[in-house]
DNA sequence: GTTATTATATGACCTGATGTTATGAAGCTG
DNA sequence: CAGCTTCATAACATCAGGTCATATAATAAC
């Protein structure tokens, strides 16, 4: 016989209270209602709850002992409604965030881990792709949301896209590096140093090629390649070798490690960095959260990154 | 906003299970019902708790976690029935046992002990008292049950009474007692020595003054008085002092003590040592098999003294 | 791709639980 | 014993939740 878990926690409430009149006040209901509900459960168990002839309604040894369980489902109860809440309001959940792996890494992660310090019961699930890949995995449900760089002429029709940051590539390579200290930097002068490359089919590899045909090359020698982020920057902090990163990249990368950018600017399509989600989907709370959070978190970068180029203009 | 425990419950079952389908067969209801039930939930909390459009329904995130939510809540209410249960066929309970001192010490409680040994869940709350005392108990209900010598023409008109053992008080003293070895035992003889007095408003006092007054004294004297059950046989089994008490005490006791009877019949009234109960009043279904119980035992320990019995006629 | 199969949702209907207010009965208190 | 408090009951309305029959949609099979 299965009892009625509704019963089962009026019951404890009216222990806890000490009585029927109020326990139907502590949990909204009628005195009637609450008394008839005890009724029932008594009929449908065979048994007395409470001792028969005590008007501060006293529960009897079994009354006491069920009311103890309610107690475990009414908290149980709770919790859940608490659960749901903060789902709602995007406290809790599971965020499948996906994209491009030098910005992720470089930059999204750190963001990330401040934005999991806030809501700690947000479980985020990262992985790294390219355009065509992340929007198919937004399409098929698999991914929330993706952090890419996309061109905003290019954001397919059932998808919105959010801007971050322009998609600024500039020329990496360690602090001191001989070319910091040249003042007009020359085509030959490039052309002795090899490149670290990123990952041959990623955007920023393509981009790379772009870049050094705009200067006039053709080919150019790669020293490393198919690393991820952290593997680059040793190269790159340890030799004298090139490459090609997002601007806020290594500007972050700079709190840490001394890097320096090459005063060459390189031509790429006009590019957004951002966020991109299915349009009309009911998206998880959080995915709102989350995408408020990275808007304030890159207007607050953007603001440093252009604070420090007013520096480096006066500088020199 | 409260949660339907019984949706929470229906929900765990469904993901536990794997399916909607799989879930309502184990449940014990039909797909659509509980197909509404979360269909219900859903539209209350505002939130998905299934993957939309998979067919093996798969639950989200938020499904997944107050599935678990369900489970507890699930189990606590299985627990619950599992105790209604035990406390209807009374192996589980409260049993308020009340009777007298003297016996309830030296036959009941070894009882009792064995009692509990097979129902462990049955918690006894044992009480004092001599007769009036202990109606009274019965009926206003702070007693379940009570154990005690009675006349059977005085059970009150609305109690049950069965009778347990022939209430037979013997007199009693210490095992090579001087009295032990003579053949006729003369009023001259018991006079030399003092007695152990039960406690004075009991039963058992009125029996000893009704007895010393049947051999022909008016009075006696008492060395020892006041005690319970374990001092009055620390006094009795270290001294010659005698004392009146019920034949099935002195028995048990001689298991593990010296002690021995004087072949002196006492006159008292035709009592019946035996179990009171309310008659109409539901009882708890602990105190029926507590009954039962204690009828078997006293069925063995009626058999094992018939028998010593016989052993003493055939030795002398 | 089309069909078959299986899984889930929906409609129509009925029962029963639960909410309400008004009122009666019974224990507790002074 | 009077009066207060506490609980139970009656009468009624509403809605959750049970059923079966059936539509729809995802997956599997061909």
Redesign the interface.
């Known amino acids: ?6 019963h ?2 009026i019951l404890a409430v009216i222990v806890e209270k000490g009585g029927l009149t109020e326990g139907a006040d502590a949990l909204g209901k009628s005195q009637p209602s609450v008394s008839r509900s005890m009724a029932l459960l008594e009929k449908r ?4 709850l409470f ?3 005590r008007r501060p309604l006293r529960p009897t ?2 009354g006491q ?2 009311a103890k ?2 107690g ?2 009414r908290s ?2 709770q ?3 608490l ?3 903060r ?2 309001q995007g406290h ?3 965020l499948r965030v996906g994209g491009t792996q030098i910005f992720m890494d470089g930059v999204i992660s750190t963001m990330i881990a401040d934005f999991q310090s806030r809501h700690d019961d947000v ?1 985020i699930e990262q992985s790294y792709g390219y355009m065509d890949g992340l929007a198919a995995g937004l399409r098929n ?1 698999t991914l929330d949301c993706a952090i890419l760089p996309m061109p905003p002429a290019q954001v397919p029709a059932e998808m919105t896209f959010v801007p971050l940051l322009p998609g600024h590539n500039v020329i990496a390579c360690r602090a001191g590096h001989p070319l910091t200290r040249r003042k007009g930097i020359t085509l030959a002068d490039i052309d002795n140093y090899t490149w670290i490359a990123p990952p041959s089919d990623s955007p920023l590899f393509r981009d790379l090629q772009r870049a050094v045909k705009a200067i006039g090359r053709d080919d150019f020698r790669v020293s490393f390649s198919g690393g991820t982020l952290a593997s680059i920057m040793s190269v790159l902090t340890g030799s004298d070798a090139l490459t090609i990163m997002p601007y806020s990249v290594v500007f972050l990368a700079r709190r840490s490690l001394a890097l320096d950018v090459l005063p060459l600017r390189i031509e790429h399509p006009d590019r957004q960095l951002g966020l991109l989600t299915m349009t009309g989907q ?1 998206a ?1 709370a959080a995915l709102k959260r989350f995408s408020e959070f990275l808007t304030a978190e890159f207007h607050r970068l953007r603001n440093r990154m252009d604070h420090e180029l007013q520096m480096a203009r006066r500088r020199g």
Chains 1, 2 share one sequence.
């Open positions: 016989m299965k009892l009625d878990s509704e089962l926690e168990i065979g048994s007395a001792e028969p002839g040894e079994l002992r069920l369980l309610g475990q489902i149980a109860n919790e859940a409604s659960l749901v809440r789902f709602q809790a959940g599971r479980q449900g009911q998880p």
